[in-house]
């Protein structure tokens, strides 16, 4: 299940502000793009893309266009083709990572989706039908609950830097750095995404591997290394580091069972709230060591 029965229900009200928001209002140039996306993605990708000279640029070009022009559309369990998504104008997390990881792929940048789960503010309702999904439809839709999570995004790979870089189409980010502060660090997030300060931290991140699965473990990297690195790499002295590093070991093997089918995530409930307090407590070693800084 990616990102479906998760979203049709959790992030209803992100739809709704994103909706009342509304799209950046289309110009002449961009209704060309759209209708071209229609007809032929590879030259849509080309032209809104033109003057970039990196994956970085060409991804960021894409990315920011799908996000200021497609909506968001609750899940509504539908399995359509890239095609499909361009002609409804829209679509959840997984649709519109679908229509950017296409489009790239026309650029042949190397691009690769990946799944999270998250902690999420906590909602009892939520929680209750996630069990009555979970017990309807299997294992795969306790990727959500009382206080966590799903969401699908990209990760893209940078020839020149030698790694892969996230990108985001439903929020509009691109780049590590702009992941971080989008989606773990202890500030104000920077997201288009209505639904960012609800979204508190991930505790699972697996990219697809060849044959479709979420399988390879990008936890670590991004929740032990990046997040350290963004404090100045001091983040690690705090006493909660090693707890926080070992619950997201157990978490995250848990996340990757529930993305297979064979793990049930709402028997961790205790281990996720258990994570979500021990990242309050770097928050607090954070904002405490930030501000020593500056005095």
């Known amino acids: 299940m990616r990102c479906t029965c998760a979203l049709a229900i959790a992030f209803v009200t992100a739809f709704c502000a994103r909706a009342e928001a509304g799209q950046k209002p ?18 849509f990708a080309k032209e809104v893309s033109q003057g970039t000279d990196s ?46 990881l296409a489009a790239m792929k026309e650029l042949n940048i190397k691009v690769r989706r990946v799944h999270d789960v998250h902690i999420r503010t906590e909602s009892p309702d939520r929680g ?101 690195r963004l404090y100045g790499n001091r983040l690690h002295e705090s006493a909660a580091w090693p707890q926080w590093v070992a619950k997201l070991d157990l978490l995250s093997k848990q996340v990757e069972g529930a993305f297979a089918g064979s793990v049930n995530l709402l028997e961790y409930e205790g281990d996720i709230d258990s994570l979500s307090a021990i990242y309050e407590r770097l928050r607090v070693a954070g904002e405490a060591r930030s501000a020593s800084n500056h005095e």
């Not at 289309?26 to 071209?36: A, P, S």
């Open 128 to 228: 209750e039908r996630a069990r009555a999904l979970v017990k309807e439809k299997g294992n795969t839709c306790s990727v959500f609950g009382r206080h966590h999570n799903d969401h699908v995004w990209l990760e893209v790979y940078d020839s020149k830097a030698n790694d892969w870089f996230p990108a985001d189409p439903w929020s509009g980010l691109v780049g590590t750095e702009d992941w971080l502060k989008a989606r773990v660090w202890f500030g104000q997030r920077s997201s288009v995404n209505p639904d960012a300060p609800d979204m508190i931290v991930p505790f699972g991140i697996f990219a697809e591997d060849a044959g479709g699965n979420f399988t390879i473990d990008r936890t670590r990297h991004y929740l032990v290394d990046e997040f350290d």
């Open 26 to 43: 289309r110009t002449v140039q961009d209704e060309h793009l759209y209708q071209l996306a229609k007809t032929d993605l590879k030259a």
């Open 55 to 100: 994956e970085l640029g060409e991804t960021r070009a894409i990315v920011l266009w799908l996000t200021q022009h497609f909506d968001w559309k609750e899940t509504d369990y539908q399995k359509r083709t890239v095609q499909q998504i361009v002609e409804r104008g829209g679509g959840n997390c997984n649709d519109l990572a679908m229509v950017a």
